[in-house]
């Protein structure tokens, strides 16, 4: 591809074609004896910019690699500007971190942070450059003139801390982000996530579910049974499965589309099976079997059914960049989960969230032990656990009322 049919982005290597608006990263090197080396790469229509700032950084170092035949260490020097520090910082965590981790990192730092504190050199960047980045994200809106959610500004300032304080210790400089005081952003009312489902209401979702959303329903009975975080559901293999003894092992994850080794906290874990559960999982084996007649159903529990293809800019050909038998990733559950939510009159949505918040809190309402419910929920912590107690009137009204003698209003 011509680099003449190519426009440049603010990213360095990042282009997009002309003629369909994808994303194309090409990076040019030159050996020790001048000679020019070039790598290009077409990306999927699908691919967002932050795939292409890892893409450029992955290509770079790989033909870096090629010219010099064996690793080199990069030269730290304070005098260069944060966003030449940042792609040398994302090239190496893309060896240590989940695809998902270093994909928004990327796109953090490319949309949030960079346009605002890159081009000052590291050596230059001080707390209180970190404090107009707060105060900037405190005021910032949406397109639709509302400020963002609490937990977006919260997931950008956790990059930024993290970003900037290896920066500090690369260059052995004072933390710029010591003592500063995260984005506080006022919000009306509680995130919607915060909230759990009643045993009246989990019944009827549950109905609901499995008449409008037959062939989805072991997903989410999965998910309310368990409180699994649908991208282990997603990771789990019919070997993870002991549908006899009724317990599922959990020790992977789908990671933006690709499975990982390990799960999110890089724990496997066990959790048992309510019997409704193992008769959905027994039913969806049993379809599994009779598409894969040949085969044994050591494959993925849940996966796409129909491949998905873009066309070659240049030659024209169909590319499936999407196989069918791909895991499923969270999103595809979307628009089952709205359709129970409005069948059964919820003025809000009953995402994997909300389950997750389900379970957690009946189990610890129910007296369960923390460290129990930390195995099933798969939280490191107690604080963790505690994050995850939901909303939950009814118990605060009980709580209340324990203060006086039952109906009659006389103190206790």
Not at 106 to 130: F, K, M, N
Not at 248 to 260: D, E, K, M, Q, Y
Not at 324 to 336: D, M, Q, T, V, Y
Request: glycine share 6%; net charge positive.
């Amino acid at each position: 591809m011509a680099k003449a049919k190519m426009t440049a982005t603010r990213h360095p290597g990042v282009y997009r074609h002309s003629k369909d608006n994808r994303l194309v990263v090409r990076v040019t090197l030159r050996d020790a004896d001048g000679r020019q080396h070039n790598r290009t790469k077409t990306l999927a229509r699908h691919a967002t910019v932050a795939d292409a700032v890892i893409a450029a950084q992955a290509a770079r170092q790989s033909l870096q690699l090629e010219l010099a035949g064996a690793p080199q260490r990069e030269t730290i020097d304070a005098d260069v500007s944060v966003t030449a520090y940042a792609e040398r910082w994302l090239r190496g965590k893309a060896t240590r971190s989940k695809h998902a981790t270093n994909l928004r990192y990327a796109g953090d730092l490319a949309v949030h942070i960079l346009p605002t504190l890159g081009h000052l050199r590291v050596a230059q960047l001080s707390r209180a450059d970190v404090e107009a980045w707060v105060g900037g994200v405190e005021r910032a809106k949406q397109t639709n003139g509302k400020p963002y959610a609490r937990a977006t500004v919260a997931g950008w300032w956790r990059v930024l801390r993290v970003f900037l304080r290896d920066m500090a210790a690369d260059h052995d400089l004072p933390d710029p982000t010591r003592r500063v005081k995260p984005p506080r952003i006022q919000q009306e009312r509680g995130v919607r996530e915060r909230q759990t489902l009643n045993a009246d209401q989990l019944a009827r979702f549950l109905a609901a579910a499995a008449e409008l959303q037959a062939h989805r329903y072991a997903e989410i009975l999965m998910l309310a049974r368990t409180g699994i975080r649908p991208g282990a559901m997603y990771a789990l293999r019919w070997e993870d499965l002991d549908l006899a003894g009724g317990w599922v092992t959990v020790r992977r994850a789908v990671s933006a589309g690709v499975v990982s080794d390990t799960t999110k906290t890089r724990n496997a874990r066990d959790i048992p099976l309510t019997p409704d559960l193992v008769e959905a999982l027994e039913a969806q084996r049993q379809q599994w079997i009779r598409s894969h007649p040949n085969t044994m159903p050591n494959g993925l529990v849940w996966s796409t059914v129909r491949s998905r293809t873009r066309f070659d800019s240049e030659t024209g050909e169909p590319i499936s960049y999407k196989p069918a038998g791909s895991p499923r990733i969270p999103e595809s559950l979307r628009k089952p989960l709205v359709c129970c939510s409005e069948a059964i009159g919820l003025p809000w949505v009953v995402g994997p969230q909300v389950l997750r918040r389900t379970v957690n809190t009946k189990l610890r309402d129910a007296g369960v032990l923390d460290a129990v419910v930390r195995q099933i929920l798969g939280h490191v912590t107690e604080s963790q656990g505690r994050l995850y107690m939901g909303d939950n009137p009814g118990a605060k009204q009980k709580a209340i009322l324990q203060l006086i003698d039952g109906a009659t209003g006389r103190p206790s």
